[in-house]
T-cell receptor, first 115, second 110 residues
Framework: DAGITQSPRHKVTETGTPVTLRCHQTENHRYMYWYRQDPGHGLRLIHYSYGVKDTDKGEVSDGYSVSRSKTEDFLLTLESATSSQTSVYFC??????????????FGDGTRLSIL | SQQGEEDPQALSIQEGENATMNCSYKTSINNLQWYRQNSGRGLVHLILIRSNEREKHSGRLRVTLDTSKKSSSLLITASRAADTASYFCATDSSASKIIFGSGTRLSIRP
């Protein structure tokens, strides 16, 4: 298994509170991704990073921000959580981008409930 | 928006039978990938097929790609209980990103 750790694994919080999810990798991969998974939608990309301090938006980035100050850590922040952000969040890593035919490796997810 | 769409959404077969899942996509691709997700776990990469390839094998898995029809299929032969999972196709939407379909839920009956 690829060395990917997501923390926390489960979190329950209230609407309006800030939430930060952490993804830590030990593979020294360049690319890191945050997805959310909801019933009927598959996985949707929130943000991704292609290097330290280099990030870009995915298809559902509104309400989320990210930071990557070290190769091994990619943080996802919900500045003011809303109930619509209740979801399972997955981090993934990749050695190179999709144009170089590299697969993504996933963590086991964070289940986030916003009440 | 979803690039790949799997069909069927759910499939239940007897252990030992073959399982076939299909994926259709809309725009041209460089590659297509298949992933498996067991309940409560992250996705696991199964196989990647490039746009200039028509068929690829990995153990009991066989993937085909028809770029003229913008479709791919995943065949699992001699299914086992451990194959019970959701299966997703994913296509590259840019040099850095892939888009996942909504998946096929496969159940293997003992």
């Amino acid at each position: 298994d690829a060395g990917i750790t997501q923390s926390p694994r489960h979190k329950v919080t209230e609407t309006g509170t800030p939430v930060t999810l952490r993804c830590h990798q030990t593979e020294n991969h360049r690319y890191m991704y945050w997805y959310r998974q909801d019933p009927g939608h598959g996985l949707r990309l929130i943000h991704y990073s292609y290097g330290v301090k280099d990030t870009d938006k995915g298809e559902v980035s509104d309400g989320y921000s990210v930071s990557r100050s070290k190769t091994e850590d990619f943080l996802l922040t919900l500045e003011s959580a809303t109930s619509s952000q209740t979801s399972v969040y997955f981090c993934a890593i990749s050695e190179a981008g999709t144009s170089r035919n590299q697969p993504q490796h996933f963590g086991d997810g964070t289940r986030l409930s916003i009440l | 928006s979803q690039q790949g769409e799997e069909d069927p959404q759910a499939l239940s077969i007897q252990e030992g039978e073959n399982a076939t899942m299909n994926c259709s996509y809309k725009t041209s691709i460089n590659n297509l990938q298949w992933y498996r997700q067991n309940s409560g776990r992250g996705l696991v990469h199964l196989i990647l097929i490039r746009s200039n390839e028509r068929e690829k094998h990995s153990g009991r898995l066989r993937v085909t790609l028809d770029t003229s029809k913008k479709s791919s299929s995943l065949l699992i032969t001699a299914s086992r209980a451990a194959d019970t999972a959701s299966y997703f196709c994913a296509t590259d939407s840019s040099a850095s990103k892939i888009i996942f379909g909504s998946g096929t839920r496969l159940s293997i009956r003992p």
